[in-house]
């Protein structure tokens, strides 16, 4: 459609005498546009009338007219657009590209609106959503029993455990080195037991009905990135064990890594209701897809041996507590942990080994879990101090702490 309208455009155009009637609408469109105000002397629509009457109306001079004026407008991303369209000497193709443009800086402007609007529109949204919270509150007053609940697991989850039994070995009853004895466990603050907390989250039994009152909102979401959490656990795994069975030489190829992530996401989509179903298939592609990349490099293939257990263990992965996915999965909690703590730029340095093969899927899920967590502590945070001032008492933790939520 669009091209049949600028063909019809050509046609009115190159006709004897002109037809300008297409031309006038468009030049009157653009007219209407945000920058109305800036072509309203170049495109009098009086003058315009009397000039098409003449049938002296110059299209390319009022198109080189309102070219120069969106020099000066558009955003510097959409200078070579704009300095594209000078070197066109068609009159349709120009009235073409300039409405194409115009389109784009009309879509600038939206955006620096919405960024421009964008704190406003957040804070709005905190005091309102804080507002409704406190309104629900002063009719029920027990609504924050499950989060001092909840804010209380993840203070016990902190803690240090009792000391050693009678019957522990002497190296253990000896106590810790002089060092740790001196210093002593760290204090606890409650950014530490938020960020606990909210890590607990994605660890959160179904069957648990006392899921903080807080959070309800953000219930789905979270139940979103525990899903994705445990399938990146054992994507890293499947990695780790494909890794240790078929050396570094495939794996130094990004080619091959990524055929492998892609496979591996594909076959796992329902791991959570069939994971050794789902387990088996990974198995047998990954295997095979290990034979073939190796005999495509001309290395040895694997032996039926190697073969049979390479397979067993990507089988294994099924399994909750399986050594390799156990390891993994403490290691993308404590990259999550540190996502709350430091950002998740700062955690993605220095990854625990097993983790860098799914850096950038690790960032997507670091940044979303932030997300939800920031925007939650921005709204209820003052119903978090105060809890949290009764569980952390000030003499166990800085100051600083409880101002710092």
């Not at 594909?266 to 290990?290: C, G, N």
Request: glycine share 6%; net charge negative; proline share 6%.
């Amino acid at each position: 459609m669009h091209d049949a309208f600028w063909g019809h455009l050509k046609e009115q155009l190159s006709a004897t005498p002109p037809d300008f009637s297409c031309a006038l609408e468009l030049l009157k469109e653009i007219k209407e546009s945000r920058l109305r105000r800036e072509v309203e002397e170049a495109l009098a629509a009086d003058r315009l009338q009397q000039e098409a009457a003449r049938g002296d109306l110059d299209i390319f001079r009022l198109s080189k007219c309102i070219l120069s004026m969106m020099t000066l407008l558009c955003a510097p991303v959409r200078d070579a657009a704009v300095q594209k369209l000078d070197s066109i000497t068609d009159s349709t193709l120009l009235l073409r590209g300039i409405f194409q443009v115009l389109g784009l800086m009309k879509m600038d402007m939206r955006n620096y609106t919405l960024q421009s609007l964008q704190p406003h529109l957040r804070e709005h949204s905190i005091q309102q959503e804080r507002a409704q919270f406190q309104e629900r509150l002063s009719r029920q007053p027990g609504l924050l029993d499950h989060i001092t609940k909840w804010l209380s697991r993840a203070a016990t989850d902190l803690r240090p455990g009792p000391g050693p039994g009678p019957d522990a070995p002497a190296s253990s009853a000896a106590g810790p080195a002089p060092s740790e004895a001196a210093s002593g466990p760290e204090p606890l603050s409650p950014a530490m037991v938020l960020s606990q907390a909210f890590l607990n989250l994605l660890l959160w039994d179904p069957e648990d009905q006392e899921f903080p009152e807080t959070l309800l909102a953000d219930r789905a979401r979270l139940r979103e990135l525990e899903a994705q959490l445990r399938r990146l656990t054992v994507l890293a795994s499947v990695l780790l064990v494909a890794g240790s069975s078929s050396g570094s030489v495939l794996f130094g190829s990004p080619q091959f890594v990524d055929r492998l992530k892609r496979t591996t996401h594909a076959l796992t989509e329902h791991f959570d209701s069939r994971p050794q179903e789902a387990m088996l298939a990974v198995s047998e592609q990954v295997s095979q897809e290990i034979q073939q990349s190796l005999k495509s490099m001309g290395l040895a293939a694997l032996s039926s041996d190697s073969m049979a257990f390479l397979m067993g263990q990507l089988q294994d992965i099924a399994h909750a507590q399986n050594c390799v996915r156990s390891v993994v999965d403490q290691r993308v909690h404590l990259f999550l942990k540190c996502c709350l703590v430091l950002g998740v730029q700062r955690s993605l340095m220095g990854l625990p080994g097993g983790l860098t093969l799914i850096e950038a899927e690790l960032a997507e899920l670091g940044q979303r879990f932030v997300n939800i967590t920031h925007h939650n502590q921005q709204v209820f945070g003052p119903y978090y101090t105060e809890i949290l001032k009764t569980l952390v008492p000030p003499g166990q933790a800085p100051q600083a702490g409880v101002e710092s939520l």
